[in-house]
């Protein structure tokens, strides 16, 4: 008989399948022989359904099987074990593979889970009110897009110059409601460019601001607030 990991090499891809029970018995191993061969059903299912999602065009993704019954014996086949699933067009959060054996009746289900995985911007360390955010503090991290509700950032660089409205733990992703590029109460400069000619003053920040955002700023000289649209943390533009 061959070895399981010759077994485990090749995988067909199906539709339609019964959700009916096991029709024939499995033969029976020692534990450490059933122990090996779960294992590698369960990484045969997993590289399954990450190359059809990876045939999809999905990228950075995650595929996790859940682990079999130890009371489940896995059957010896003559021939390579199939894997196939019910839909392969839209592979859900928790999907089901169905494992065969072609030269007998026998079948098993394994239940896999799948996470989709973005790179995001998060804190290294627990910071403070006001930190200026930085290299120093920030990292790249790959989290699940389920436990992503708002917007999130991609690189360090997006982030460096701004300040966090609140404290944070580390290992936060940040978003852009937890900083201000220019915060309330800062003093700015203001930009614009008259008659092809760039003149420039200072002001005071009406409000917080992001990159793009605008934001009103009290000029400082006529005291006249104005809109302006953030460029960095110390500049906004005027149009004029």
């Known amino acids: 008989m061959k070895s399981f990991r010759q077994l485990l090499t090749t995988s067909v891809i199906g539709v339609g399948l019964s959700l009916s029970a096991q029709a024939q018995p499995p033969t029976l191993y020692s534990a450490n022989y059933q122990g090996e061969a779960h294992k590698q059903v369960l990484t045969a299912a997993e590289n399954y359904v990450q190359e059809i999602l990876e045939s999809q065009g999905s990228e950075n993704i995650s595929v996790s099987a859940f682990p079999i019954d130890k009371r489940i014996a896995i059957a010896g086949c003559s021939l390579p074990y199939q894997f196939t699933m019910t839909e392969t ?22 239940n896999v889970k799948v996470k989709q995985l973005k790179r995001t911007v998060v804190t290294s360390e627990m910071l403070s009110p006001g930190a200026l955010l930085s290299e120093q503090n920030l990292t790249i991290a790959d989290i699940s897009t389920q436990k992503l509700r708002q917007t999130t950032f991609s690189n360090v660089s997006d982030l460096e110059g701004a300040r966090l409205k609140h404290r944070v733990r ?18 700015i400069t203001l930009a614009a460019k008259v008659k092809g000619l760039q003149i420039s003053t200072k002001g005071i920040a009406q409000q917080d601001g992001n990159r793009g955002d605008t934001i ?3 000029n400082s000289r006529s005291a006249k607030v104005v809109l302006a649209k953030v460029k960095n943390h110390t500049t906004a533009i005027v149009s004029i």
């Open 89 to 110: 067009d839209k592979i859900q959060t928790y999907s089901t593979v169905k494992v065969t054996c072609p030269a007998s009746t026998w079948y098993l289900f394994v």
């Open 170 to 187: 580390a290992g936060q992703p940040v978003t852009p409601n937890m900083v201000c590029f220019v915060c309330k109460g800062d003093v």
């Open 216 to 218: 009103r700023v009290k």
